[in-house]
Nanobody
């Protein structure tokens, strides 16, 4: 299974960016897809996750600003990021959990950089 992120880049605070992640390979059945981020020198943070049935959850820091969605037919997951803040500058990673529990992410993309300027 390979996960490939795209859509990162630079934006100003208050702006928006949309990240995409293509899941290449068999990640069938019950599965959960998530977005994580890791700022330089800091721990990785779970941003949002969505299971196959569309149930989603968010970190408190992004709730009401970010939206995770998926296209099951295309095997893709997206992260719409609004109200961007400079502290959101980070490498963003897409991850897949074949168990579907959203607590066992085993497949990871290489990440896409997001830089937010004030």
């Amino acid at each position: 299974v390979q996960l490939v992120e795209s859509g990162g880049g630079s934006a100003q605070a208050g702006g928006s960016l949309r990240l995409s992640c293509a899941v290449l390979g068999p990640l069938y059945g019950s599965r959960c897809l998530g977005w994580f981020r890791q700022p330089p020198g800091k721990a990785r943070e779970r941003v949002a996750a969505i299971d196959r049935y569309g149930s989603s959850n968010y970190a408190d820091s992004v709730k009401d600003r970010f939206i995770i969605s998926q296209d099951i037919a295309k095997n893709e997951v997206y992260l719409e990021m609004n109200g961007l803040k400079p502290e959101g500058t980070s490498m963003y990673f897409c991850a897949g959990d074949p168990s579907g529990t959203c607590h066992n992410f085993r497949h990871w993309g290489r990440g896409t950089q997001v830089t937010i300027s004030s």
